[in-house]
């Protein structure tokens, strides 16, 4: 079978660069290289502070306590209630037009601290629709007090936190 001079041409070219499709990687490796080296310089390194708190799983019961107090903090939309888990209600800091009594509630958690010095936990309770800032706030309040006016110095109170879902 007769070929063509045309057709024994395009078939000689194709014998002539057969295996030459393949991709060259090697710069493509080198791009990625740099890309890395520019991430991992540009990368914005931040001191992260965290808090651990001890939620209630969804299907774990509560341990038996030892005697002694119970200490809860419970946030209503009206009021802040600090609470013994076994005996009930020991104070209620009620709320202002212009936010809650955090001064009053630390006041108070210093007095039970006073009687209670080895206690470390607590726990804050809170109903439904509170921000989470008066959390915050609040969390703050039960963990760590201030020593003197205007100081960077603090007192441990409570440190030991747990979140939870207030009674209704």
Same mark, same amino acid.
């Given at each position: 079978?007769?070929?063509?001079?045309?057709?024994?041409?395009?078939?000689?070219?194709?014998?002539?660069?057969?295996?030459?499709?393949?991709?060259?990687?090697?710069?493509?490796?080198?791009?990625?290289?740099?890309?890395?080296?520019?991430?991992?310089?540009?990368?914005?390194?931040?001191?992260?502070?965290?808090?651990?708190?001890? +939620?209630?799983?969804?299907?774990?019961?509560?341990? $038996? +306590?030892?005697?002694?107090?119970?200490?809860?903090?419970?946030?209503?939309?009206?009021?802040?209630?600090?609470?013994?888990?076994?005996?009930?209600?020991?104070?209620?800091?009620?709320?202002?037009?212009?936010?809650?009594?955090?001064?009053? +509630?630390?006041?108070?958690?210093? +007095?039970?601290?006073?009687?209670?010095?080895?206690?470390?936990?607590?726990?804050?309770?809170?109903?439904?629709?509170?921000?989470? $800032?008066?959390?915050?706030?609040?969390?703050?309040?039960?963990?760590?007090?201030?020593?003197?006016?205007?100081?960077?110095?603090?007192?441990?109170?409570?440190?030991?936190?747990?979140?939870?879902?207030?009674?209704?």
């Amino acid at each position: 079978m007769a070929q063509s001079k045309a057709q024994r041409r395009v078939m000689r070219n194709h014998a002539r660069y057969r295996g030459r499709h393949e991709i060259n990687v090697v710069p493509m490796i080198d791009m990625m290289i740099i890309l890395v080296f520019f991430l991992i310089f540009t990368a914005v390194f931040t001191k992260t502070n965290i808090l651990e708190l001890n +939620l209630p799983g969804a299907d774990s019961a509560v341990p $038996d +306590l030892p005697e002694g107090l119970n200490l809860e903090v419970i946030i209503r939309k009206d009021k802040i209630e600090v609470a013994d888990r076994g005996t009930g209600l020991l104070k209620s800091v009620p709320a202002s037009a212009t936010g809650y009594d955090l001064t009053g +509630l630390q006041d108070y958690l210093k +007095l039970v601290k006073t009687k209670y010095p080895d206690k470390t936990d607590a726990t804050i309770l809170l109903e439904q629709d509170i921000a989470y $800032d008066t959390l915050v706030q609040v969390m703050d309040t039960v963990r760590v007090f201030s020593v003197g006016e205007n100081s960077w110095t603090y007192g441990e109170l409570f440190p030991d936190v747990s979140v939870g879902d207030a009674p209704t």
